[in-house]
């Protein structure tokens, strides 16, 4: 069966510090990846996608970058982040064929102080 | 450009009441649509999607939607509500234009009552 393991689970990192959040997927090989923020406990916002290694989608200009360096994990970064970054991140996987859904990770509250 | 919208912010059902969920869809082609659900602090949880065949699709927890391709409805139901069920539920459309990606709704916060 597949997994997705996200973490950390919750972050606290001063204004200007640099992040680093890794998802990685289990049982499936060439997954669709996704990063979502989600503010004020509402709606997703899709902040990038990847439908391959070194393939990376940018949704929304922001403080923060995403890479793919290997089929299975991406990466979400921020070389200084901004109190605006706040909010929980969710990583996601699906497989590349339309009628599929989506699976998500448990999710990263970061609070940027 | 594929979108879903969530008209309700929050519904509200007495434990044991029949609950509804309202989601409307525009999409160019044929849509594929999913309902979600999420506890709080969690990540988001599949319940069931419309690809083809059945308007009315049974998921996960009791839970079901019904599509109406007149309508460009697929409302969320379920027959009798739990306190369980409380949680935000998520509409979600995939975007068949290249681009594999899920765009959501903003939402539906349910609130069942004892």
């Known amino acids: 069966s597949q997994t997705i393991h996200q973490w950390p689970a919750t972050l606290v990192q001063p204004v200007g510090s640099p992040l680093s959040l890794e998802c990685t997927v289990e049982?499936?090989?060439?997954?669709?990846l996704y990063w979502y923020r989600q503010a004020a406990g509402r709606g997703l916002q899709l902040l990038f996608y990847?439908?391959?290694?070194?393939?990376i989608s940018s949704e929304v200009p922001q403080n923060l970058s995403a890479s793919r360096p290997q089929d299975r994990q991406f990466i979400l970064s921020s070389k200084k982040l901004l109190l605006s970054d706040s909010g929980f991140y969710l990583c996601?996987?699906?497989?590349?064929?339309?009628?599929?859904?989506?699976?998500f990770g448990q999710g990263t509250r970061l609070t940027v102080v | 450009a594929q979108s879903v919208a969530q008209p309700e912010d929050q519904v509200n059902v007495a434990e044991g009441n029949p609950l509804t969920v309202k989601c409307t869809y525009s999409?160019?082609?044929?849509?594929?649509l999913f309902w979600y659900v999420q506890y709080p602090n969690r990540g988001l949880q599949f319940l069931l999607k419309?690809?083809?065949?059945?308007?009315l699709v049974k998921g996960s927890y009791g839970f079901e939607a019904e599509f109406n391709k007149s309508q460009t409805s697929f409302h969320l139901k379920k027959p009798s509500a739990l306190v369980s069920d409380s949680a935000l539920y998520f509409c979600?459309?995939?975007?068949?234009?290249?681009?594999?990606?899920?765009?959501f709704g903003t939402g539906t916060r349910l609130k069942v009552l004892a």
């Open positions: 996601a996987w699906s497989r590349q064929s339309y009628g599929t859904e989506a699976f």
């Open positions: 049982g499936t090989s060439n997954p669709n």
């Open positions: 990847s439908v391959g290694i070194g393939q």
């Open positions: 999409v160019s082609g044929n849509p594929y």
């Open positions: 419309y690809i083809t065949g059945d308007n």
């Open positions: 979600a459309v995939r975007d068949i234009q290249g681009t594999y990606k899920y765009i």
